[in-house]
C-alpha cells in the first residue's frame, strides 16, 4: 500500500557497504522500518543522507506491505528545517540521547497520532529555545504518558516514589526509590510544562543522578529495554 505520511527519524544503522536501515515513528502507521538500498553510493536521487539524522522531521511516501518487514521508502522531504538541533552541540547530544531513547522504547507498529505529535511539537519547541537543561527530564516523563506508565504521584503524597510500582510508598523496600530533595524536583517536572521548566532549579550532578533514575525507571517498566549508550556522552557535555 503507497501512504504519504510524517514521520520523524528516530535511527539510522548503516547495512553493509551501501545501504542503511532507518527506523521512523509516523504519523499514520507508527513504528516503521526502511531499507535504503544503495544510498551511501548516490550521487544523485531523491533520498539524501541528510534526512535522516536523528529526530530529523519529514513527509515520507512510502510502500508499507504490512508483513513485518522492513519497508520501502520512494519520496521523501523535510517538514521542518532545523535552525540548531543539529549544529548545537549540547542539543546535537540531547537529539542523539532522545532518538535513543524513544528507538528502545516505542514499539507501536500501529497509529498514535497523539504521541506523534507531542514528538513533533516537542523536537521544534527544543529546537528554538535556550533554556534546556531540564528538557530531557521533563521530555521522558512526559513520554511515559503515551508509553502507559505515567507515575502516579495523586495524593496523599509521601516520603519515598518506588519507582518499581511506580506510586508513593510510605518505606522504602528493596525496591529502588526517589526521596528527599530529588523526589521534590521530580514531582516539579511532572507538573510543570516546556515554558517554564527552566525555572526548576537543579544542580549538574543533582540532574545527571535525576537522569539515572529516570532512565531506570523506563528499565524497569518496559520489557526488552536497554540503557541507552548515548548516555554517557550526554553527561559529558552536560558538565
Known amino acids: 500500500m503507497r501512504v504519504t505520511t510524517r514521520a520523524i527519524v528516530l535511527s539510522s544503522i548503516k547495512y553493509g557497504d551501501t545501504s542503511l536501515i532507518v527506523k521512523m515513528f509516523t504519523e499514520t502507521d507508527g513504528l516503521r522500518t526502511y531499507l535504503l538500498k544503495g544510498i551511501l553510493n548516490a550521487k544523485k536521487g531523491k533520498l539524501k543522507i541528510a534526512y535522516f539524522q536523528p529526530l530529523t522531521q519529514l513527509e515520507i511516501v512510502a510502500v508499507h506491505r504490512n ?65 534546556i537543561a531540564n528538557f530531557h527530564l521533563y521530555f521522558l516523563l512526559e513520554l511515559t504518558k503515551y508509553l502507559g506508565f505515567y507515575p502516579d504521584v495523586s495524593p496523599p503524597r509521601s516520603a519515598y516514589f518506588d519507582l518499581q510500582d511506580g506510586q508513593y510508598c510510605a518505606q522504602p523496600s528493596l525496591n529502588p526509590v526517589i526521596s528527599d530533595m530529588e523526589l521534590s524536583w521530580f514531582e516539579a517536572l511532572l507538573g510543570t510544562n516546556f515554558d517554564v521548566m527552566h525555572t526548576i532549579k537543579i544542580g549538574k550532578k543533582e540532574r545527571q ?16 529495554f536497554r540503557k541507552p549508550r548515548s548516555l554517557e556522552v550526554l553527561n559529558e557535555v552536560f558538565n
Open 67 to 131: 508483513k513485518g518487514s522492513m519497508e520501502r521508502l520512494q519520496e521523501v522531504r523535510v517538514t521542518y528545517p532545523y535552525e540548531s538541533l543539529h549544529t548545537d552541540v549540547v542539543k546535537n547530544s540531547l537529539a542523539f540521547f532522545l532518538a535513543e531513547m524513544m528507538s528502545n522504547s516505542i514499539q507501536e507498529e500501529e497509529r498514535n497520532r497523539a504521541l506523534f505529535h507531542f514528538l513533533e511539537a516537542a523536537f521544534q519547541w527544543v529546537d528554538h529555545n535556550r533554556h
Open 209 to 224: 543522578a535525576l537522569l539515572q533514575k529516570i532512565v531506570l525507571y523506563f528499565e524497569l517498566h518496559l520489557h526488552g
